[in-house]
């Protein structure tokens, strides 16, 4: 058990050695862009993957709480002056309430429901966005969002926003990662396995489910601001359903249930698509057929699949050597 | 006033029994295989579209294009059940959903190439005079597609009380084991569900394309509103999807004559919410609340 423990925390330390050093060696523009939209996108996705993988049910709704964390950060920043910094707080409360407003009242519903109040939410956010003029300057969007300062100095470059992004992702993967080792991890799986007899041992399941999907919440809001001041100018149509469907797809093809999952799928669903420029105007048809690939013959997602056969074939790696070391001598 | 109101709830319920149309084919899938599919938007543009073609290749009488209509969307929702979806049948959810937006992107995409991406405009097949009842106007437009979905509902009504194969898909609808236990082949009605149900969206397509204009987007706006007359259904009641449907057309109409065309959207997903939190069921269940 100690070794496993050992073993993972240096695979850990050699896949963050090996992210970090990306932008020294490879540096070329867009690459570093596509890897800190990424980066973003991975942070809600490592949130919703924790929805969809301890409650079994799928949002659809995550580009609206993206949207709420994105013009909550956009508006005071460039409205009311405030700083990136001063703005994160209010994010983080924003997006939380707007969890609770849509997870309390549907998480209770008949299983799947979620899914539906959440396309409702998204949509909702998104029109809001469109047509409160006065507020968020309707379908122009918002510009000129600054940039966020660290000790000083504003992070500008690519390479220091690969960094930061870098940053908010690994706080982010850390924070699941305690939740899913900690009390409200056992109760979440307990709820999973067998949600009456969860409650009959006195975990209050609807509870858990809110509380799991609030912490998404969070997360997409906190990536939301993230974005915003990234691309410094956001509006109504990067908020639509497709966005929140990106999300979902994310997670399911790196592997629902699993952090590095999310990880993972969110790299290959961000970075697939733009590769497939070069075949012009058919790849978005091919985009769609790799989806459908993908859930017919990796149906547990990219990580389990690769994990499963990487554990096959040290299996039959070692079962040949050891046959051969017991192998009769003439 | 009193005319403009009736005017208005005329409109709605047109637009409405269009939106049911959607509908009914979106709880069909779902009571077979429990997905909301995703891809029935696109089918709603591939009927718009082959309507148009068979129509500028001269095919002109109105049967005969809605025909090409349904019969290219029903060999297409067979093929795509057969090829992409069958084998998910025992995969977990979020998966076959995945599929059904994967498929989707690919038939609006692949629309998009071979038919381009431009807009075209469709004729009103019933002329552009409006009929004057009393101080009302009714447009054409609006009388046929009542006619077309009342014939595609009460055909549909008959086919699932009085045919073998209607009945045997309802069963599958009920319980797939126990329909298969009983001897239903099971993978053919499902096969024949996908079919119809890409049919009715298909024949939506051939209506709505006088009004939204043909091309391989012209699904988008009837996703949203089929979405949410799916919800009132409760997603698996074919009549809650019919009056559902025509709630939100006429909710709609009066929002746009009354309070503002911007906020319609919101206000059609408020209601949607309420629906939600008051008849989780839907709107023909009788249970209420959480």
Redesign the interface.
């Known amino acids: 058990m100690r070794m496993r423990a050992k073993r993972i925390v240096l695979g850990v330390a050699g896949v963050l050695v090996l992210i970090a050093a990306v932008p020294l060696v490879y540096s070329q523009e867009y690459f570093l862009h596509l890897c800190i939209m990424a980066m973003i996108s991975a942070i809600v996705a490592v949130g919703l993957s924790l929805v969809?993988g301890y409650t079994g049910q799928?949002s659809l709704g995550h580009a609206g709480l993206y949207a709420v964390g994105a013009y909550t950060s956009a508006l005071l920043t460039t409205r009311f002056g405030v700083s990136f910094w001063g703005a994160v707080p209010a994010v983080l409360v924003v997006s939380a309430l707007a969890g609770v407003v849509i997870g309390a009242?549907?998480i209770?519903?008949?299983a799947?429901?979620l899914?539906?109040?959440t396309?409702?939410f998204g949509?909702?956010v998104h029109?809001?966005a469109r047509?409160w003029d006065k507020v968020t300057k309707g379908p122009t969007g918002i510009g000129a969002i600054p940039s966020p300062e660290l000790f000083g100095l504003e992070v500008m470059t690519l390479r220091a926003w690969y960094y930061f992004a870098f940053v908010f992702l690994l706080i982010a993967v850390w924070i699941s990662a305690r939740i899913v080792n900690s009390h409200i991890g056992r109760a979440l799986r307990a709820i999973r396995e067998h949600e009456p007899a969860a409650q009959v041992m006195g975990i209050n399941s609807s509870y858990y489910k809110v509380l799991v999907f609030v912490v998404s919440a969070v997360f997409a809001g906190m990536a939301g601001a993230l974005y915003a001041h990234f691309i410094t100018f956001i509006a109504p149509d990067n908020f639509t359903l497709n966005e929140s469907?990106g999300f979902?797809?994310m997670t399911?093809?790196g592997g629902?249930g699993a952090i590095s999952g999310a990880v993972f799928g969110a790299f290959v669903v961000t970075i697939i698509p733009e590769y497939l420029r070069a075949f012009g105007?058919?790849r978005?048809?091919l985009?769609?057929?790799?989806?459908?690939l993908?859930?017919?013959f990796m149906?547990k997602g990219l990580v389990p699949f690769i994990a499963e056969h990487v554990r096959r074939w040290t299996r039959r790696a070692t079962r040949s050597q050891a046959s051969r070391d017991t192998a009769p001598r003439r | 006033m009193g005319a403009f109101f009736i005017e208005q709830v005329i409109q709605g319920i047109c637009l409405g029994s269009l939106y049911s149309l959607v509908a009914v084919g979106l709880v069909m899938i779902y009571q077979a295989v429990s997905v909301f599919n995703f891809a029935h938007a696109d089918l709603v543009a591939l009927g718009g579209i082959a309507a148009f073609v068979a129509y500028r290749s001269g095919v002109t009488a109105f049967v005969l294009t809605g025909l090409c209509a349904f019969a290219a969307c029903f060999v297409t929702g067979m093929l795509v059940e057969r090829v992409a979806f069958r084998p998910l049948l025992r995969a977990p959810g979020q998966n076959y959903l995945i599929a059904t937006i994967g498929i989707g992107i690919v038939l609006r995409n692949l629309m998009r190439i071979i038919f381009s991406a431009d807009v075209f405009a469709f004729p009103s097949v019933f002329g552009s005079d409006p009929l004057i009842v009393g101080s009302v106007l009714i447009v054409p437009d609006n009388i046929a597609i009542l006619l077309v979905t009342t014939i595609a509902v009460v055909a549909l009504h008959l086919f699932f009380k009085k045919t073998l194969l209607g009945k045997s898909m309802r069963a599958v609808a009920q319980d797939r084991e126990a329909a298969q236990v009983m001897g239903i082949n099971v993978n053919r009605s499902i096969s024949w569900t996908y079919g119809l149900s890409a049919g009715l969206a298909g024949l939506a397509g051939l209506l709505v394309a006088p009004v939204f204009y043909v091309s391989a987007e012209m699904g988008g706006p009837l996703r949203m509103k089929a979405f949410i007359a799916f919800i009132l259904a409760g997603a698996d009641s074919i009549w809650g999807a019919i009056i559902g449907g025509c709630i939100i057309g006429i909710t709609e109409a009066l929002a746009v004559g009354f309070i503002s065309s911007r906020f319609k959207d919101v206000i059609l997903f408020f209601l949607m919410t309420l629906f939600l939190v008051w008849k989780p069921g839907g709107l023909l269940s009788r249970r209420n609340g959480a």
């Open positions: 969809s799928m009242p549907s209770r519903l008949k799947g429901y899914t539906i109040s396309v409702a949509e909702i029109q809001t047509n469907i979902l797809v399911v093809v629902i105007d058919i978005l048809v985009y769609g057929l790799i989806l459908v993908f859930v017919l149906p």
